[in-house]
């Protein structure tokens, strides 16, 4: 175990625009998952027509991609660790990129439901690793901010991905109406424009694998594993003037795990019990919220709700837009006001909002009232569920468990992202629309209870710091953490 050998230490400044591009490049994976997320949507009803889908294999094309995730954040722990951070971002954008190619030209549904799947491989390997890497290279003080950018980039890939869909739906109608279409582009785009939807995503594929490429180690990776002079040169990078203490510092966490081998079952060690459960559920509950389902089947629910086509695209621009702005003032307040109390804001805020809309959504009236409580629940979400989960996880557990921890909740996460995702359009033509949002608030509300007895706080502390506090009183004392002074 880890003894607690130093008291609290002083803020050291650091290289921003270096932070700041590290943190971004490795963000964008949060960008290629949001707009993979998102894609879909512009294609499910023509995919669904085109290879005649029943609703499970409905539920199966949307889901295939969040199974490949599942998979991908199990193996991505022992990857990490085994293989380094930055290396396995760029393995992420690799596969990605062969995902957004393969489904552009699949020319069955077995075909397609791979290459999503492949795709989620590499969307659940950069959904661990970016926030394990961002918590790992971040000062203290800016860890819970620049955390959230993952979140953030999330949010801009989502709306990419709307505003996308709805350009390509315009190319393609420009191009059915002119003159001297050649065969292959009105194959391409006009017969088969969910081909280039996917095709689009090309685009930041590229840019993510070019910059994962350049992305540096991280330093707690390279002590752990014997590269102390590029942990430094690092660290010079990051902290210009402060380097050494901070490397003096790792080095004595990083020497005193190693006294104890780490395994899996470490896990489950009863110092780590709790603080595992916490990330778990809050990474469950997130996706049990119907966040996605909002997403995914936005479109769809509210042409149901009585929406033309033009309307409900719309909508869903206009919720993808509330995201991205409350994702932003998540970043604001994260570090300022702490994750509890951020937390149990949006958890209230979310449940109010889901019981609104699951009393309007079978109406059958177009109720601009519907588009405002769904842009409050993901307004309510964005700032507070969406991010929190990733920087709990991220920052509450020591390094020599770290990746296989955030490994644990992220698999978790895509779990119950799968399973809605399956599940959905069953319980939307059995139940209801309005009961199954119901079940989503109903969900939600033990999330209250645990998040005031069970989470501690862990704002303005360094990650140094959070893991002393397991040896000074065990797991009681890690789920009792006070945050330290706002920054």
């Excluded at 050291?12 to 707009?35: D, M, T, V």
């Excluded at 994702?327 to 019981?355: E, F, H, P």
């Amino acid at each position: 175990m880890i003894s607690e050998t130093k008291e609290k230490r002083v803020i050291h400044k650091p290289n921003i625009l270096f932070l700041s591009y590290i943190s971004l490049a490795s963000a964008l994976g949060g960008f290629l998952w949001g707009f993979d997320a998102i894609v879909i949507s512009g294609t499910i009803t023509p995919v669904k027509k085109l290879f005649s889908l029943s609703p499970g294999w409905e539920g199966f094309f949307v889901s295939s991609g969040l199974i490949g995730s599942v998979m991908g954040s199990a193996l991505a722990g022992n990857l990490s660790d085994r293989f380094g951070r930055s290396r396995n971002l760029a393995l992420a954008a690799f596969l990605m990129l062969i995902s957004a190619l393969g489904c552009a030209w699949s020319n069955s549904i077995e075909l397609l439901t791979f290459f999503r799947w492949l795709g989620g491989l590499g969307i659940g390997i950069s959904a661990m690793v970016c926030p394990l890497y961002i918590s790992e290279l971040s000062p203290a003080h800016l860890r819970g901010r620049l955390i959230s950018l993952f979140q953030f980039s999330v949010t801009i890939g989502i709306v990419a991905a709307l505003f996308s869909n709805i350009v390509v739906n315009k190319w393609a109608e420009l191009m059915a109406n002119s003159a001297g279409t050649g065969d292959f582009l009105k194959w391409f785009l006009i017969d088969n424009t969910w081909r280039t939807m996917f095709a689009v995503e090309l685009i930041p594929g590229v840019f993510f694998l070019l910059m994962a490429l350049t992305l540096p180690e991280s330093p707690r990776w390279l002590i752990r594993n014997n590269k102390k002079e590029r942990a430094l040169k690092v660290l010079k990078n990051i902290f210009p003037h402060d380097a050494q203490t901070e490397y003096a510092d790792i080095c004595q966490t990083i020497a005193q795990e190693s006294q104890v081998k780490s395994r899996l079952s470490d896990l489950l060690n009863i110092n780590y019990r709790k603080p595992l459960f916490v990330a778990i559920m809050l990474a469950v509950f997130a996706q049990f919220s119907g966040i996605n389902v909002v997403f995914y089947y936005g479109p769809t629910l509210l042409e149901q709700a009585g929406f033309n086509l033009g309307g409900a695209l719309s909508g869903v621009a206009m919720i993808g837009i509330c995201n991205v702005i409350f994702t932003l003032i998540a970043i604001w307040l994260v570090d300022k006001i702490g994750r509890k109390l951020l937390l149990q804001i949006g958890t209230v805020g979310a449940i109010g909002c889901l019981v609104g809309i699951g009393s309007l959504i079978d109406n059958g009236n177009p109720d601009t009232m519907l588009i405002t409580l769904i842009c409050g629940f993901v307004a309510f979400f964005a700032f507070s569920l969406g991010p929190i989960k990733f920087i709990f996880a991220a920052e509450i557990f020591p390094t020599n468990i770290r990746s296989r921890a955030i490994s644990a909740v992220i698999f978790a996460m895509w779990l119950a992202d799968t399973l809605v995702g399956q599940f959905f359009p069953i319980l939307r033509d059995g139940v209801g629309a309005s009961a199954t949002f119901y079940i989503f608030a109903g969900i939600l509300i033990p999330q209250i209870y645990m998040v005031w007895r069970m989470m501690p706080e862990t704002a303005g502390r360094s990650l140094e710091e959070i893991e002393r506090s397991y040896e000074t009183a065990g797991n009681e004392n890690i789920c009792q953490l006070t945050p330290a002074e706002p920054q």
